[in-house]
């Protein structure tokens, strides 16, 4: 939470057109045929003046305290800004106050209000604002403005203090995600035996040749013959997640995947920012690599904030001419142990890519490669019909890929009427 921030005065601008204007002619009148009407013009323009720079005076020396809810926030979850502004000098009941920020969303309270001041000179309000698309907001400078008697003329003045607010992608739910467990930690149920948890009862059996203290003495004096509890087997996953957002040099036809990159993009990078919640919150350990424009790496645990490693996605940009996944996941495989789970989110990839996923393999527990060339489905919406026509060698990756799924190398490209929670419980339930 930012604490209470003085704004500092920037610049004034006018416009007093027809002030001018209407000074010019009156002055004319008075020259040319002096009169008591043409005297009375002239003192009603000399008091509109006067009034000018009252009101230049009040808007130029403005005090204007900001205090805000929170540094960051996600896309559609609303941040409120505190303000107060008083009036030390002259007092004018009325203002204008703009908030001035890039990608308000529109369902925000409105960034414009008028101002009314109590009798000390003073006001407070607040403001609610969302904003529609990730990446860092400046919510800086604000724009006080008043309007003279009879239009006949406008001022604004800006106040400005350095204000950054960062906006996090969307997250969606995970009900389930098809991790290998294989960390000797006590976790979720395991899907091999690796180490029991005695917090976990899986139930109890007869005994036979078992240590003592594995006997369950209430139900063997209840059955009169001696039971044993048995655990269930429980481990936690290493999961290493590639968030690839480039446009490789393999792309056929790449002035089409150019424009079309952008939108599809958010919906990888949403997948992985939600992928990364919901290993945290399932208790594993989750390491986030973006490759785009820059290359951004940040580990994550139960001992951290998921958070803090979803920012990473909140400035990633992909690119045309960007470091291709493969020079990157080449090196780095000596990061994998046989407990890890590799996850690749990619929108464009061709077969090519399978040997450096074989290699992969051989040194974790399991390979999930995500293709989303055409973003999902939001699960809240029935699917419809799909025209989605896929590349010939991305096809191709995904038919050599159903090949290696029994190596537990897994290659699913989501179409664009399919649910990504959909896709990953099919791989959860046959593999």
């Not at 907001?137 to 604004?156: C, D, E, Q, R, T």
């Not at 159903?402 to 664009?416: M, P």
Request: hydrophobic residues 40%; proline residues 3%; charged residues 25%.
């Amino acid at each position: 939470m930012k604490e209470n921030e003085n704004l500092k005065y920037g610049e004034t601008y006018s416009s007093k057109k027809l002030l001018i204007i209407s000074s010019i002619l009156v002055a004319l009148w008075n020259v040319i045929l002096f009169s008591t009407f043409s005297l009375i013009f002239a003192c009603f323009l000399g008091m509109i003046w006067f009034d000018y720079f009252v009101s230049k005076k009040i808007i130029n020396t403005l005090l204007i305290k900001r205090d805000v809810s929170k540094d960051r926030t996600f896309i559609n979850d609303p941040i409120t800004i505190n303000y107060s502004v008083e009036q030390p000098t002259f007092q004018r009941k009325t203002l204008t106050f703009t908030q001035l920020g890039s990608t308000i969303a529109s369902a925000s309270s409105s960034r414009k209000r008028e101002l009314a001041f109590d009798d000390g000179g003073k006001c407070d309000f607040e403001m609610e604002l969302m904003f529609g698309r990730r990446g860092k907001k400046m919510l800086s400078k604000v724009i006080v403005s008043l309007n003279g008697p009879a239009g006949f003329y406008k001022l604004w003045a800006t106040y400005y203090k350095p204000l950054e607010i960062l906006v996090l992608p969307k997250i969606m739910d995970f009900e389930v995600f098809p991790l290998r467990l294989r960390e000797l930690l006590p976790g979720k149920k395991s899907d091999f035996q690796l180490l029991e948890d005695t917090t976990d009862l899986k139930g109890v059996r007869k005994y036979s040749q078992d240590p003592l203290n594995r006997i369950h003495w209430k139900i063997s004096a209840r059955m009169n013959e001696l039971f044993v509890k048995e655990f269930n087997y429980t481990a936690t996953s290493r999961a290493l997640i590639y968030v690839d957002l480039n446009l490789t040099h393999e792309v056929f036809a790449r002035d089409v995947w150019k424009m079309i990159r952008e939108k599809y993009e958010e919906e990888v990078i949403v997948a992985a920012a939600s992928l990364v919640k919901w290993i945290h919150d399932s208790g594993h350990t989750s390491e986030l690599n973006v490759v785009g424009k820059d290359i951004w790496t940040r580990k994550c645990d139960r001992r951290t904030d998921w958070v803090e490693t979803v920012e990473l996605l909140s400035m990633a940009e992909g690119s045309e001419k960007g470091i291709e996944i493969t020079d990157v996941l080449s090196k780095n495989l000596e990061k994998l142990i046989p407990s890890t789970t590799l996850v690749l989110f990619s929108m464009f990839l061709t077969d090519s890519i399978l040997p450096l996923l074989i290699k992969a393999k051989s040194k974790c527990s399991r390979v999930i490669v995500l293709l989303l060339p055409f973003g999902y489905r939001d699960p809240r919406f029935l699917p419809a019909r799909s025209f989605d026509l896929l590349p010939l060698d991305m096809r191709a990756l995904e038919e050599k890929g159903a090949l290696l799924a029994q190596e537990q190398i897994i290659v699913r490209i989501v179409r664009g009427n399919q649910s990504l929670q959909e896709v990953t419980k099919e791989i959860e339930d046959f593999h």
